[in-house]
């Protein structure tokens, strides 16, 4: 008995050791107005959880208030930080659909788009989440154009979109294993039309090529071949193809 109560009491001390350290990182509160510039300071400074706290209590009592948007924003953010993507995504379509008019509301879609990017799944397994943070991110620079963040999301609409490709590229090659050419050319089909402004294309092209090589038109597999050479000369696909001409005899 005396060691569980030692033990109890020692758990006891630590414990309000812990809060005390706590209580004593975050100053008193006296006005709504100085709460969310704590919720800001504590953001910036990498205290995301308790600025969190802080700004659900400040939206909560002042729905009302000039800034509820910011903070909502803020929050937004908070939870991107910590990767909780479903409360971020939460809290930005909030933002966006409670407050159209909003200063806030060109940085809270543009970071929709990462919350919805921060929910997809790796490139091998269903892009639902890909493709819903692509068209958000597309939809943001159609609405906010000029907005400082725009470079970005050009950069994260080219980046989803090869990713998107890659997949329908992946399944062509997987469908050319299992030796069915006309399910692996309807895949390079769609790269060649839906992404052939990427670097995808000549790959798409000589997936097309090896289609027609499976399904026994090999003077359509030359040509096709042929053109790779031409359109990609000097590039690694180039020779590639020309490899693939070559055992064909051609």
């Avoid at 812990?18 to 107005?33: D, H, K, N």
């Avoid at 940085?107 to 929709?112: G, K, N, R, V």
């Avoid at 943001?140 to 609409?157: F, I, M, Q, S």
Wanted: net charge neutral.
């Amino acid at each position: 008995m005396p060691r569980i109560r030692s033990a109890f009491l020692l758990l006891a001390f630590f414990a309000a050791a812990l809060a005390g350290c706590g209580a004593g990182t975050i100053p008193a509160v006296r006005s709504e107005p100085e709460r969310l510039d704590l919720a800001r300071r504590l953001a910036a400074q990498g205290h995301c959880s308790v600025s969190i706290e802080l700004l659900k209590t400040y939206i909560a009592v002042n729905t009302g208030s000039g800034d509820v948007d910011e903070a909502i924003c803020q929050l937004g953010e908070c939870y991107l930080k910590m990767k909780d993507w479903v409360a971020a995504s939460a809290e930005f379509e909030r933002l966006l659909r409670d407050y159209p008019e909003s200063d806030s509301g060109a940085a809270a879609s543009f970071h929709l788009g990462e919350a919805l990017f921060g929910q997809a799944r790796p490139p091998d397994f269903d892009q639902d989440y890909t493709t819903r943070a692509l068209a958000q991110w597309q939809s943001y620079l159609r609405t906010y154009p000029g907005h400082w963040l725009n470079p970005e999301a050009e950069r994260r609409v080219a980046m989803t979109r090869k990713r998107l490709g890659t997949k329908l590229l992946h399944t062509g090659r997987l469908y050319l294993k299992l030796k069915l050419s006309e399910p692996a050319r309807v895949y390079f089909q769609r790269v060649e039309q839906e992404y052939g402004d990427t670097d995808l294309l000549g790959e798409a092209l000589l997936g097309l090529a090896l289609s027609d090589v499976l399904a026994g038109r090999r003077a359509e597999a030359v040509e096709k071949l042929t053109r790779i050479e031409s359109q990609f000369a000097g590039r690694p696909i180039a020779q590639r193809a020309a490899d693939e001409r070559k055992r064909l005899g051609h």
